[in-house]
Nanobody, 127 residues
Framework: QLQLVESGGGLVQPGGSLRLSCVAS????????VAWFRQAPGKVREGVSC????????NYADSVLGRFTISRDNAKNTVYLQMNSLKPEDTAAYYC????????????????????WGQGTQVTVSS
């Protein structure tokens, strides 16, 4: 059974950077599509970025394109989300999620396919 643990959240000033980590155990994460989602208070959870097991293709929400970068380190069984130029509107709880893809295609930012979820890490962007 795949288990995911996020870390790296915290308080950062606008314009600052954070790197979130999603460490997997129980299975080899390189075979899974992995996504980062976030949920701000009073808002629906939204997909931020994902990386596929197939060729490592990536997707980003328009709101983070050019500022966030998703990557994998298969040797560490970890997926990262590098967040630069952070804005107050990036404040949210961030979750990583994974799914063993049915087909060798790219990944989606929709929640529905993802079967395994972490507990989340809080990111607060404030001066």
């Amino acid at each position: 059974q795949l288990q995911l643990v996020e870390s790296g959240g915290g308080l950062v000033q606008p314009g600052g950077s954070l790197r979130l980590s999603c460490v997997a155990s129980g299975s080899n994460l390189e075979h899974y599509n992995v996504a980062w989602f976030r949920q701000a208070p009073g808002k629906v959870r939204e997909g931020v970025s994902c990386i596929s097991s197939h060729r490592g293709s990536t997707n980003y929400a328009d709101s983070v394109l050019g500022r966030f970068t998703i990557s994998r380190d298969n040797a560490k069984n970890t997926v990262y989300l590098q967040m630069n130029s952070l804005k107050p509107e990036d404040t949210a709880a961030y979750y990583c999620a994974a799914v063993w893809p049915s087909y060798p295609t790219g990944c989606t930012l929709r929640e529905s396919p993802y079967e395994f979820w972490g507990q989340g890490t809080q990111v607060t962007v404030s001066s």
